[in-house]
């Protein structure tokens, strides 16, 4: 069994039951393999868990890099993000990320980096394009709405604001994509709009 397996086999044992709750036993027993043969491929369950967040982090930069090629507008790329993003947050679990914020502040860390600095670009580069398009307003500060934009994304994986026992996370989403969309487009963009959210969901 090759790395790359392992990590994609311990990533969705991850998403589905929290990191905290599943030890290394755990993750060998789900493979089918010994512990042996996974601690040649790990040092240890955090070496595991850094691993599986860089992996992520640069799936989602190839996937952002591929949709912006893809899309024919700007609505139409924050809409296909905000499918992206909706399929993973009904993967994951709100507890696998609040176990990855407090128990494992490195990683954590690694993963707030990229939404601060890489996400931050990608949305005020949309924001950019879609302002020069005329599908947004003109008037929008594409700095403050790209980072809103990250700020907002994080705390609705937060347990604390949004309990996922009280929040449909299908729901809760489709709610703030439209909230930040409303918000920026110009009448022309409203207009795009419409003929694509059917689709949304």
Excluded at 6 to 18: N, S, T, V
Excluded at 43 to 70: F, Q, T
Excluded at 148 to 165: A, C, H, Q, W
Aim: net charge negative; charged share 35%.
């Amino acid at each position: 069994m090759s790395r790359k397996d392992i990590l994609e086999g311990a990533k969705k044992l991850f998403m589905r039951y929290g990191i905290k709750s599943i030890t290394m036993d755990d993750v060998a027993r789900e493979l089918g393999i010994s512990k042996k043969t996974l601690y040649q491929h790990v040092d240890n369950k955090n070496d595991l868990v850094k691993r599986i967040i860089v992996e992520h982090i640069a799936d989602e930069k190839d996937c952002l890099s591929g949709i912006a090629d893809e899309a024919s507008d700007p609505i139409e790329q924050m809409l296909m993000i905000a499918r992206y993003v909706l399929q993973i947050l009904r993967e994951v679990r709100p507890t696998a990320m609040y176990d990855l914020q407090k128990y494992y502040r490195e990683t954590w860390q690694l993963m707030d980096k990229f939404h601060q600095e890489h996400v931050y670009k990608t949305i005020k580069a949309n924001l950019e394009a879609g302002v020069e398009k005329g599908l947004y307003r003109h008037d929008l500060d594409t700095d403050i709405i790209a980072k809103l934009y990250v700020g907002k994304t994080m705390i609705i994986n937060d347990e604390e604001m949004f309990p996922s026992r009280d929040y449909d996370r299908d729901r809760l989403f489709a709610e703030y994509i439209n909230y930040h969309l409303r918000g920026i487009l110009s009448e022309k963009g409203l207009e795009k709009l419409e003929s694509y959210q059917p689709g949304f969901a």
